[in-house]
């Protein structure tokens, strides 16, 4: 009799071993899942936060930079500026931007003067008259020239004696281009100029500043301060 109670007992601990090892194994099972969990919910809060991270730079950051001196065409009789040139580049590790009008904007301040948006367009090698080559353009009268051909962006040529257009208009050439199109891709370079009517043209000692507003990343902003007029070019720096 002994021996039979002894032997039920060995059973009956046999069977709760078994189960806690189950019981055990369970709850490892269940902590891995939770685990796996926690772990991919924090890669992918890393992620999105990455994600984040790096378009909030890209917004902040400029698509545009300033590609060399600001110069201008001065009237020394007048001491004033009539047009004034911007050479622009894609941003070091930017992408293409796309000028066209309807995407882009050019806002004017000066001491006198705010304009919201004097933006014209791009010239192109098929928008153009005929002073480019192949959609480039060798210097700036070039490109005004152009720019007042059949009014396209301006109303008068201000390289000419008595060239003044109606109004304060900002078109983009390219001086480097590689596509003929709107869009500036890296490796091209353009020049944003300015082109002013009578009122708004700059003297000594005025401050000038444009906004280029264009789809992605922040604003470029250009600002001078003009100095005394004494040559017919002007270097603003």
């Known amino acids: 009799m002994n021996l039979i109670r002894k032997g039920h007992r060995q059973s009956h601990r046999g069977v709760i071993g078994v189960e806690s090892a189950i019981v055990m194994i369970a709850f ?3 902590a891995a899942a939770l685990a796996f969990v926690v772990l991919n919910m924090g890669f992918s809060t890393t992620q999105k936060a990455k994600t984040t991270i790096a378009s909030s730079l890209g917004e902040a950051s400029s698509a545009l930079e300033i590609a060399g001196k600001v110069t201008a065409s001065g009237n020394t009789t007048s001491a004033i ?3 004034v040139g911007v050479p622009l580049k894609i941003a070091t590790g930017g992408e293409s931007v796309n000028l ?3 995407t882009a904007a050019v806002k004017y301040l000066s ?4 304009y919201d948006n004097i933006y014209a367009g791009t010239l192109t090698e098929n928008s153009d008259g005929d002073d480019d080559v ?3 353009w060798a210097s700036l009268e070039l490109a005004t ?3 007042a051909d059949s009014d396209l962006y301006i109303t008068e040529d201000p390289f000419d004696a008595t060239g003044i257009p109606t109004s304060t208009k900002a078109f983009i050439y390219w001086t480097q281009n590689s596509n003929n199109n709107d869009i500036l891709d890296q490796g091209e370079h353009a020049v944003l100029a300015i082109a002013y009517k009578v009122g708004d043209r700059p003297s000594a000692l005025d401050k000038i500043r444009a906004e280029v507003l264009v789809p992605t990343g922040s604003a470029l902003t250009i600002e001078r301060q003009v100095p005394s007029i004494t040559t017919a070019v002007v270097d603003l720096g």
């Not at 001491?111 to 705010?114: A, D, E, S």
């Open 28 to 30: 490892v099972i269940v």
């Open 81 to 83: 500026l009539e047009v």
């Open 100 to 102: 066209a009008p309807g």
């Open 111 to 114: 001491n006198t003067v705010t």
């Open 134 to 136: 192949s959609g480039e």
């Open 145 to 147: 020239d152009d720019a």
